[in-house]
Structure formats: structure tokens, C-alpha cells
């Protein structure tokens, strides 16, 4: 996995921005196809990541502790003029962090188009593998779900997120959790980002989450550098895990 997360890092000079603050760049290497999504990188993606809030509840149990907490996220939303958001899925919806659904979908178009024209056009890709760090690592579970649902049949899809914030909100369609099957999401234990938005809230981690490094051992925003997961994740090769 660390030299996953190290292609990530070496893109850095060519992620394409976008309007909404995101920054993706897409290579090929072998038989594999490479969509890679840059850490937070200014103001702007530090605003979308704590543009939280998902959409309301809906077709469930209006319940009197259901009706505090929406009267509770309502207030919230409305206090910091956040925006909200709901997925879907066909004849289903499904609910994700606000802020990474709008970037998300800023760029998602033209992913896809690339993707697609790419594979039309090098018969030799077998592999699609999204790789993301941070605020990219967010993107990359949403970039994962839409690559397995378009391709899961014919290619191998796979995701990874390093320092993944958590993306998902409330009850997740079984079809939505199986194309997330193949994410795995890297946490250095102690790393404050990986831990936002917070479960109370109703947030959920994406596909496997694995824990990488040791209580103490940093603080909470330290456990986040790239220097330490590179750390981190070198232990854990050594250690044949």
C-alpha cells in the first residue's frame, strides 16, 4: 500500500484543480488504470470538508428521537448555512458528507468521459485502482462506487484512502456497500481526520478500515503528515501485515 500512497504524493505537480476545489489526475502504468486525488490543498477544500451536513431524513419512522435529531441537524445546517446533500442510487438515495458530494460532482463528468474514451482505447487495462490522501481520500470512495458500478463487471476495481474522513451518512444500501467491498481506508490511529465527521452524527467509514500506527505515539494532527503514514505503512511491510 505505500507505494499506492506514494503516487498519490509524486502527482502533486499534475493534479488538474477544480472549480469546486477538488484536484484529481489520471495515469496508466502496465495493465492498470490509475485515478489519483490530491490532499486538501487551500481554503476552499478546508470549506467543503466541514460542509458536513447530509440531507434529511426520508421514508422512515417519523419516532420521537427521530424527530429530535432531525430538529437538532436542522438547527446545525441552518446556524452554519451549510448546504446538504443526497446521493442516489437509481430508485434509491443514499446520503454523504456535503461537502465531498459537491466536489465530487464537479468533477465527475469529466472523469468519467476520460475513463471511458481511455479504456476504448488501450484494450490492455484490467485494473482500475482510485488512490486518495485527506480530502482526496473522501473523494476516492465516491470516485470507487461510481467506477465499480460502471465497471465492476468487466474490470478490477479497487480503492484506497490514507487518512479517509468518513463519507457515508445513515443507513447505506447493501447494493452501495458491496461496490465498496474493495475500499480500503488507512488510519494512523491517533489521526483527527479519520475520526470527522464524528459517528454521533450519523457518519459511517467506507468499505475496510485499517489501523495503522500506535496510541501516543503522535499527536492527533501530527498522526495525519504524510511523513507519518509513509512511516507507518513501511512498518507494517516490514512486519509482513
Given at each position: 500500500?505505500?507505494?499506492h500512497?506514494?503516487?498519490c504524493?509524486?502527482?502533486?505537480d ?31 477544500d478546508?470549506?467543503?470538508n ?55 460532482k464537479?468533477?465527475?463528468?469529466d ?52 487518512g ?78
Amino acid at each position: 500500500m505505500v507505494q499506492h500512497f506514494k503516487r498519490c504524493l509524486k502527482a502533486k505537480d499534475k493534479y488538474i484543480h477544480t472549480p469546486e476545489g477538488g484536484d484529481y489526475f489520471i495515469e496508466a502504468e502496465g495493465d492498470t488504470l490509475y485515478i489519483l486525488f490530491e490532499c486538501s490543498d487551500d481554503k476552499e477544500d478546508w470549506i467543503n470538508n466541514f460542509n458536513f451536513i447530509p440531507d434529511e431524513y426520508k421514508d422512515r419512522e417519523n419516532t420521537p428521537k427521530l424527530a429530535l435529531l432531525k430538529a437538532i441537524l436542522k438547527a446545525i445546517c441552518t446556524y452554519l448555512k451549510l448546504p446538504s446533500a443526497a446521493y442516489k442510487d437509481m430508485l434509491k438515495k443514499w446520503r454523504v458528507h456535503g461537502g465531498f458530494h459537491k466536489v465530487w460532482k464537479s468533477m465527475q463528468d469529466d472523469i468519467e468521459a476520460y475513463v471511458a474514451e481511455f479504456l476504448a482505447n488501450h484494450p490492455e487495462i484490467k485494473k482500475i485502482v482510485i488512490i486518495g490522501y485527506s480530502h482526496g481520500a473522501a473523494l476516492a470512495v465516491l470516485a470507487t462506487e461510481d467506477m465499480e458500478y460502471l465497471y465492476g463487471k468487466t474490470y478490477e476495481v479497487s480503492g484506497y484512502g490514507f487518512g479517509t474522513p468518513r463519507v457515508l451518512w445513515g443507513i447505506v444500501p447493501k447494493e452501495v456497500k458491496e461496490r465498496l467491498r474493495n475500499f480500503t481506508s488507512v488510519r494512523n490511529i491517533p489521526d483527527i481526520v479519520t475520526h470527522v465527521p464524528p459517528m454521533l452524527f450519523g457518519f459511517r467509514n467506507a468499505g475496510t478500515l485499517i489501523k495503522v500506527g500506535k496510541k501516543g505515539k503522535y499527536n492527533l494532527f501530527k498522526a495525519h503528515y504524510s511523513s507519518s503514514y509513509i512511516a507507518e505503512l513501511n512498518a507494517m511491510k516490514g512486519e509482513g501485515t
